[in-house]
């Protein structure tokens, strides 16, 4: 068994484990699939010409390095030093493409000729349809029937990009659906498929490769806050918390600097004890989703239970490996926010700083007014995306 000592770093072991969480749990009939990525990725990923194209792409296409804001009035208002990372500005409206592109440069290389992806409100599946359609691959994005109705301009942002939208109609008919037939897909078609999954989750080495994607966040917050404060190491890292991936990229760099508290934010929904929320530390427990052991929240029987927020990239019934290790090692410091606070935090920020964030990126604004952080001490927030996707709900809050 993997102990936290063996695994000291908060950074995958060489089985693919963070403490006693990770792992693969998959059906044998993807063994070949999922072996064929382990064994090359880090290789990969190493290549110069790799590093070259993806560096390239993150700077002339994303938009990258995105900013490091100092939020002059944000800052007033919560007398510390709020910097905010701007996620928002990638190209696509959120960090999702960083971890897209990285992927399908691997898949290419690994020689794949069709991207296959899940979505629930389609966020991953336009990132992974844009990068499909600049790098001339056949995209198949499964999404439960449920969210093609809920969520029509995404679904016509993929088909413009020219991905197919394929409705998951079973169960749920939304993105756990939409995640087993995606499966199925890459289970049938083993050698010409790659299965891009969105964030820190999955079987390894799924959430040691996005987060090595996601992880130029941090590298970038280390020189921007250098020159701006002199140090690159800031008192606070806040991120909020779907998956985790956003969250493991701002944090990767600070890992090991343990001066750096890592604060990570999951979605309260309608409030923790409601029955309808997201915070997946506050009531889950260990067990085994989509392909790794975490923590999920379930049933005393074990049965995934259905989460709710407000956000839809929030609304997952778990956190990725790292997350969970970061939580039960006391590394991470794991808070929540409900959907009302977070849009009030939505509406603070647009007023105070002229910046509408994605509902998602707002429950990290949250939490501010209770971090506790001094007037000498330094905020790092990743604004992991912005509001324009989240409009329609805002607008039932203007009056
Ligand atoms: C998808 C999404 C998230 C949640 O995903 P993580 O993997 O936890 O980062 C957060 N913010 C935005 C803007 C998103 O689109």
């Not at 921007?224 to 701002?250: H, M, R």
């Not at 052991?293 to 709710?308: N, S, Y």
């Not at 790292?322 to 977070?342: K, N, V, W």
Request: contains cysteine.
């Amino acid at each position: 068994m993997e102990t936290s000592i063996e695994n000291k770093s908060y950074h995958v072991s060489d089985r693919g484990y963070y403490g006693n969480f990770g792992g693969a749990f998959i059906p044998e009939m993807l063994y070949p699939n999922v072996e064929e990525l382990r064994d090359n990725y880090l290789k990969i990923i190493q290549e110069p010409s790799f590093q070259q194209e993806f560096e390239h792409l993150l700077r002339d296409y994303v938009g990258r390095p995105t900013p490091l804001y100092r939020a002059n009035r944000l800052s007033e208002k919560y007398q510390t030093n709020i910097f905010l990372k701007r996620e928002d500005l990638c190209h696509t409206g959120a960090h999702k493409v960083n971890n897209t592109i990285g992927q399908i440069l691997l898949a290419q290389r690994l020689g794949k000729k069709r991207i296959v992806a899940e979505t629930g409100a389609g966020q991953h599946g336009v990132a992974t349809a844009t990068v499909c359609a600049l790098m001339n691959l056949e995209c198949i994005v499964y999404m439960g029937s449920l969210d093609i109705e809920r969520q029509a301009p995404n679904v016509a942002r993929m088909r413009m990009l020219g991905a197919e939208v394929r409705p998951a109609t079973s169960g749920s008919k939304t993105l756990k659906d939409a995640t087993n037939e995606a499966m199925r897909h890459w289970i049938n078609n083993p050698t010409d498929t790659h299965y891009i999954i969105g964030s820190v989750v999955g079987p390894h080495p799924y959430p040691d490769m996005v987060a090595r994607f996601q992880s130029i966040i941090s590298e970038e917050i280390k020189w921007q806050l250098k020159e701006k404060t002199g140090s690159e190491n800031p008192d606070y890292v806040l991120a909020c918390v779907g998956g985790g991936s956003n969250a493991a990229g701002a944090f990767y760099h600070y890992l090991d600097q343990e001066s750096v508290k890592l604060v990570a934010i999951e979605a309260a929904g309608q409030g923790i004890s409601s029955g309808h929320s997201a915070a997946t530390t506050a009531l889950g427990k260990p067990g085994v989703l989509h392909g790794s052991r975490t923590i999920l929240m379930q049933t005393e029987d074990g049965q995934v239970v259905e989460p709710f927020s407000i956000s839809a990239g929030l609304d997952y019934p778990g956190i990725g490996p790292q997350h969970a290790y970061l939580f039960d090692s006391g590394r991470g410091i794991f808070m929540s926010a409900t959907d009302q606070e977070a849009v009030e935090a939505a509406f603070e920020l647009t007023k105070l700083e002229g910046i509408i964030p994605a509902l998602e990126s707002a429950h990290a604004l949250a939490v501010l007014g209770r971090l506790g952080a001094g007037s000498s001490e330094t905020v790092v927030l990743n604004l992991s995306g912005r509001g324009d996707k989240d409009l329609s709900t805002y607008m039932k809050y203007l009056d």
